[in-house]
């Protein structure tokens, strides 16, 4: 399955989750220009998950529909890749690694097999949009969503504490 989907120019507002045919089937509701949290609707626009960072942390927590805890992501130290870790409660843990300057991103799961690819595109014209290509059942799409949008805000938030610096 592939998605497509992007961030606000202001970091605030509702943008359309997109299906391969162009087809709506979701959207992500950015909650606020001044904080970092999403929630995603799947196509009957119903809550199927949201992100935010934990009070003063730069840890990343995806809930379900019910606000119950899905999983936390968080970023690990590297010099020439980017990497994070995706660890969920009783579904295992996800490693999220991208090559230095590239756009591009592998999640795989413990053994190493592929769970999804995604990758920042210019689809809109936008610094944010990004395709999301699904290759197992082990992580829904939409919590995928929600946790690449965590990558997402995780860099935003480096590269302020960093001055802009990318």
């Given amino acids: ?52 960072f934990r009070f003063f942390s730069s840890k990343w927590v995806i809930t379900d529909g019910n606000d119950d805890e899905l999983g936390v992501l968080r970023s690990r130290f590297t010099f020439f890749s980017k990497k994070y870790t995706y660890e969920t409660d009783g579904r295992g843990s996800f490693d999220i690694e991208s090559p230095a300057f590239s756009k591009e991103y592998e999640v795989v799961d413990e053994s190493g097999a592929l769970v999804a690819r995604f990758e920042k595109v210019s689809r809109w014209f936008s610094s944010g949009a990004f395709l999301l290509d699904t290759h197992s059942d082990r992580l829904d799409a939409y919590e995928l969503l929600a946790v690449i949008m965590g990558i997402h805000e995780i860099q935003k938030h480096t590269n302020t504490a960093a001055g802009g610096a990318t």
């Fill in 1 to 52: 399955m592939q998605l497509y989907f992007r961030d606000n120019m202001f970091n605030a507002g509702v943008t359309e989750i997109l299906d391969e045919h162009q087809a709506v089937v979701g959207h992500l509701d950015l909650k606020s220009a001044f904080g970092s949290s999403i929630h995603v609707y799947g196509a009957r626009d119903e809550l199927l998950c949201s992100g935010k």
